[in-house]
């Protein structure tokens, strides 16, 4: 009958409504919790910059890029976790001497 028709058209928009409302509330929660990228490191400014010696650097070095590194700024494998968890691929910039 068109009356359920109606009902049933009126109650999926209601469904997709209500689903979008919780998918919008849960994101804001979700950003809040994980915060900005940096968050290990206290920024004090809106960029953070470093500044390594290329003498320092010897025959080669891996370079935190996931900010999850307990010896931040080198990195320590911790992108293998932060990868498991996110479904990312990151990893490290290594640089190295050239022979």
Do not use: F, Q
Request: glycine share 14%.
């Amino acid at each position: 009958s068109p009356g359920s028709h109606a009902k049933s058209i009126i109650g999926g928009i209601v469904l997709v409504v209500i689903g979008g409302a919780i998918g919008y509330l849960v994101s804001g929660v979700w950003s809040t919790v994980l915060g900005n990228v940096a968050g290990i490191c206290n920024v004090p400014s809106c960029r953070v910059t470093d500044v390594v010696d290329v003498e320092d650097i010897g025959e080669r070095k891996s370079y935190c890029r996931c900010w999850k590194s307990e010896t931040w700024p080198y990195c320590d494998g911790a992108h293998s976790k932060h990868n498991r968890e996110t479904g990312d691929n990151l990893g490290p910039i290594v640089i190295k001497k050239m022979k």
